[in-house]
Every structure is written in structure tokens, then in C-alpha cells.
């Protein structure tokens, strides 16, 4: 069983920065791909950042040029710069193996990032 823990959220100002780290129990190089939802009240879960083995990387719009995902070792990373207060949300890391029969999905239990106007 695979177990993602995400750290890092909090509350931060407009402009401000915050970096997430997501945890994961075995070696990330296991996963074809790992990633950064997140979900605000009343929205549905949305991806934020993700990638891949090979180290690509694809973004929302809404945060291109503001987040970067990276990932050493067992961790991955967003780091987000020039938060604004849309981005406040729960935010889940997620790793996705995907088999020759079925693909794994796999969630962390979230992190809350809020930020102020």
C-alpha cells in the first residue's frame, strides 16, 4: 500500500509564498507519474501540477509561471510563489501507477493553503 503525506500548507498573505512536500513510502521513480490536485468549497478537485517519471511537467493555466512541481528522492514538491486568494484550497498529492491490466490512483490526505487578501 502506498501512503502520500503532504506538509507545508498554511496561511499566507497575497504575495506571498508556501511550499508543499509530499512524503511518499516508497521510491518515486515506482510511479509513472505524481502530481498536485486541489479542491476549494464549493468546487470540484482540479489538477494543479503534475509529472511524470521522465520529469515532464504540465500546469493549470491559473498557476503557469507562479507553482513549480520538482520532486527528489521519495519527496515531490510545489512551490508556489505570488499566491493569490483563489488559490486557497486543500491541496492532495497524488501518484498514479499504472499497471498492463488497471491503473492506481493514490491520494494523501491534503493540506489546507489559504490565503489573504
Known amino acids: 500500500q502506498v501512503q502520500l503525506v503532504e506538509s507545508g500548507g498554511g496561511l499566507v498573505q497575497t504575495g506571498g509564498s508556501l511550499r508543499l512536500s509530499c512524503a511518499a513510502s516508497r521510491s518515486i521513480l515506482s510511479f509513472n507519474a505524481m502530481g498536485w490536485y486541489r479542491q476549494a468549497p464549493g468546487k470540484q478537485r482540479e489538477l494543479v501540477a503534475r509529472?511524470?517519471?521522465?520529469?515532464r511537467t504540465n500546469y493549470a493555466d491559473s498557476v503557469k509561471g507562479r507553482f513549480t512541481i520538482s520532486s527528489a528522492e521519495n519527496t515531490v514538491y510545489l512551490q508556489m510563489n505570488s499566491l493569490k486568494p483563489e488559490d486557497t484550497a486543500v491541496y492532495y498529492c497524488?501518484?498514479?501507477?499504472?499497471?498492463?491490466?488497471?491503473?492506481?490512483?493514490?491520494w494523501g490526505q491534503g493540506t489546507q493553503v489559504t490565503v489573504s487578501s
Open positions: 509529472i511524470s517519471s521522465g520529469g
Open positions: 497524488t501518484a498514479v501507477v499504472i499497471g498492463s491490466y488497471s491503473t492506481n490512483n493514490y
